[in-house]
């Protein structure tokens, strides 16, 4: 990736860091359904407005609807919903770094979906490091309740890696659109995601007997919406269109950042040790995935040496 990409991905991650924060202050007072339908529901319009019939809007969302109507529901619907159930028991800051092994998972769907993206030692190795992580960060919150902690529930813990999971095949399943102007994919996905969760979140919640949340959550929500989601996805497909699943993928990198400062700035939380432990090893996994650092990266053979040469 050149620097302008980076600086794109590093824009994105802080976006998407801010994303958790914005959610942890929102569901306290918005169920999670509900939640992700006006995210969705909000960020879909806003860019319909913004794009207003340009780059043949209307006949690629058509023509490409079945498409859309998956990327909606791996990359919105399945794992905002899981997110947001997980951030009724845990913090910002605990579930960025959960969701930071997408790429671990990215890689493994990849190479089992994909013919130019296939897995390596060094990705491998990268995975199991990475994995590694997240089992010290679920491992802690598997045992407190059975020691009589106050930890998290094991079930809040694991949804924010599940979506990692969903976000994974999303970025997989994505590479298809890399012909289609990113403000166009992110509308297509967005109203996609809206139709699934409208009769969603009408059974669940029933949202129209819910009393109007306060001020401080309607920010949120709007922030979640239209800076998180519209403007997020416009800047992920134009990655993905120049870099590709694996390596936009690393933007959950710099996700944890943002979202542990906000919330330990703003919400009063905490990273404990086991914390910084699991998320060094989930960081250090995706360096490895990287393969930018000398150390890890893959040396050209005697041969392609000798034709240099």
């Not at 129209?208 to 519209?230: C, G, I, K, Q, R």
Request: net charge positive; charged share 10%; hydrophobic share 55%.
């Amino acid at each position: 990736m050149n620097a302008r990409t980076w600086s794109l991905l590093a824009l994105l991650g802080m976006i998407w860091g801010g994303s958790f924060f914005f959610a942890r202050v929102a569901v306290v007072h918005v169920p999670p359904a509900t939640l992700v339908l006006l995210r969705v529901a909000i960020a879909a319009l806003a860019l319909h407005v913004y794009v207003a019939g340009r780059f043949d809007l209307y006949s690629t969302l058509w023509a490409r609807r079945r498409e859309f109507l998956v990327l909606g529901l791996i990359n919105n619907a399945v794992p905002h919903m899981l997110i947001f159930l997980g951030q009724t028991e845990i913090g910002a800051g605990l579930a960025s770094i959960l969701n930071a092994t997408t790429p671990i998972f990215t890689v493994l769907i990849a190479n089992r979906l994909t013919e130019d993206e296939k897995l390596s030692t060094r990705k491998l190795a990268g995975c199991l490091v990475g994995l590694a992580g997240t089992a010290v960060l679920i491992g802690p919150s598997a045992l407190a309740p059975l020691a009589g902690g106050d930890g998290p529930p094991l079930w809040a813990v694991i949804l924010p890696v599940l979506a990692a999971a969903s976000y994974g095949a999303a970025a997989t399943y994505g590479k298809r659109f890399r012909t289609v102007a990113p403000p166009v994919t992110a509308a297509g996905q967005l109203t996609a995601s809206t139709l699934l969760m409208l009769p969603v979140a009408c059974m669940i919640d029933t949202p129209w007997l819910l009393p109007a949340p306060p001020l401080p959550a309607v920010l949120a929500v709007l922030a979640l919406a239209l800076l998180s989601t519209a403007y997020g996805y416009i800047l992920f497909f134009r990655i993905m269109a120049e870099a590709g699943a694996t390596n936009t993928s690393l933007v959950t990198l710099l996700v944890p950042p943002s979202a542990i400062l906000a919330g330990m700035v703003f919400l009063g939380e905490k990273l404990t040790t086991l914390g910084i432990a699991g998320m060094a090893l989930v960081l250090a996994g995706l360096v490895v995935l990287d393969g930018r650092l000398p150390l890890f990266r893959r040396r050209p053979s005697r041969a392609r040496r000798g034709e240099k040469a």
